[in-house]
C-alpha cells in the first residue's frame, strides 16, 4: 500500500515536470520572438507547478517514511530511489519502482538542459539589449566636450565599435 502511493506520487512529479518541460519549450521560443508579456504569463504558470512540485515532494517524502516503517525502518532515512528499490522484495514492484525513477531522471535531466538553454537565450538578449543602448546613447561614462581630432584621448573614448574614418 505504502509503495502504491509512492509510486503514484513519483508518477505525478514525472507528469508535472514534463508540464514544466513544455512550458520550457514555449518559453524557448517566446525567448525568440522577444515576448516580454508571454514571458511573464509563463513565469506565472512555471511559478504554480513549482508549489505544486513542492506539495508533491512533500507527500513524497511522507509516502518514503510510511514505505520505511512497513519494512521495519524506524528512523526517518533520507534515502534516494535506488537505494529505497533494494529494500522493495516483489520483482514486478521492484520493476515499476526502477522504471519510475528512470522515467523520472530523463524527465529532470532534459528539463535541466531545456532551462540552461533558455538561460543563454536570456543572457545573449540581455547583452544584446546592452550593447544596442551603448550604440544609441553611448557609454554612461563617456566625456561630453569637444576634442580635437588628432588629440591622442579622443579615439579611445569614443561611444560605439566601429571608426567610420578608418
Known sequence: MALTRLLELLERLDETHLQMLDLAAIK??????????????????????????????????????????????RSNLNL?????????????????????????????????KANELNQKLIEQSLTFI????????????????YHHPSDKGYSSTRPGLFDARG
Open 28 to 73: 524557448k521560443q517566446t525567448i525568440m520572438d522577444n515576448k516580454v508579456d508571454g514571458l511573464i504569463d509563463i513565469m506565472n504558470r512555471e511559478s504554480k507547478l513549482m508549489k505544486l512540485i513542492g506539495q508533491l515532494e512533500e507527500q513524497r517524502a511522507e509516502a518514503a517514511f510510511t514505505f520505511l516503517q512497513g519494512v521495519g525502518i
Open 80 to 112: 534516494n530511489l535506488t537505494e529505497l528499490s533494494r529494500l522493495v522484495f516483489d520483482p514486478e514492484d521492484k520493476s515499476r519502482l526502477q522504471q519510475v525513477q528512470q522515467k523520472l531522471s530523463n524527465t529532470l535531466h532534459r528539463l535541466k
Open 130 to 145: 546592452d550593447y544596442s543602448l551603448d550604440l544609441l546613447v553611448g557609454r554612461p561614462n563617456q566625456d561630453f566636450t
